[in-house]
């Protein structure tokens, strides 16, 4: 299909076209959540199935998207999203909280968060992968931007004296691996731990990084 059909305009129903529009979004990722992350998958899934999940016609799905690679995408950024707001909210509570406290408030949010539904684990770890050069591109540009969130925090960690001055960035690289990779493990049932445990760990790995064993900098 060349392009999407074009979706009705004026007021329909006391809502807008807008609003008409955002609700049948939602209704299509809500749908795609389901099948995509605890379902059939993104490959077993075709666009009619979709559309009766989201009690929608096809007609509709192709005037908001052109293709369920176009779905998947915007899943993937939406599960991401909401990782991020609740990190983000976590980052602002622990502001004057010292690094080990600070990184045990921020991990547990982005866990608590990412884990809260299994279907969001699913689409972050595993659907996104594999489907196309496309979609590898914003996961690799998805995973770039966690990589910078927990640069920003290192360099305010350094900035406090609580770990040395250095570049960070392959080592956050590395640790930003094990969190999606123990994250998906534990979901899967194959890590013996509770979520907590899982989170001190990581934040383990992350100081010892910061603060390798010889002389203490500052901190907890």
């Excluded at 559309?51 to 915007?74: K, P």
Aim: hydrophobic share 45%.
């Amino acid at each position: 299909m060349a392009g999407r059909i074009k979706a009705p305009t004026g007021r329909y129903g006391g809502k807008s076209a807008e609003e008409r529009q955002a609700e049948r979004r939602r209704r299509f990722l809500g749908a795609a959540l389901q099948l995509f992350g605890d379902g059939p998958g993104f490959r077993g899934t075709t666009v009619a199935a979709l559309s009766e999940a989201a009690g929608l016609s096809t007609r509709q799905f192709y005037e908001e998207f052109r293709t369920l690679e176009d779905v998947l995408a915007a899943l993937h950024l939406q599960v991401n999203g909401w990782a991020e707001d609740a990190v983000m909210g976590a980052v602002a509570e622990a502001e004057d909280m010292p690094l080990a406290e600070r990184a045990t408030v921020i991990f547990r949010a982005y866990a608590a968060n990412v884990t809260s539904d299994r279907r969001r684990i699913r689409i972050t770890f595993v659907e996104i992968i594999g489907v196309s050069p496309r979609l590898e591109e914003q996961r690799l540009a998805r995973r770039a931007r966690w990589i910078d969130l927990v640069c920003a925090e290192v360099a305010g960690a350094v900035a406090r004296g609580e770990a040395a001055p250095r570049d960070y960035r392959l080592a956050v690289t590395a640790f930003i691996g094990s969190v999606n990779g123990l994250l998906h493990d534990w979901s899967a049932g194959w890590v013996d731990a509770t979520l907590d445990e899982v989170v001190d760990e990581l934040v383990r790995i992350l100081l010892g990084i910061l603060q390798p064993v010889g002389p203490r900098l500052g901190g907890p």
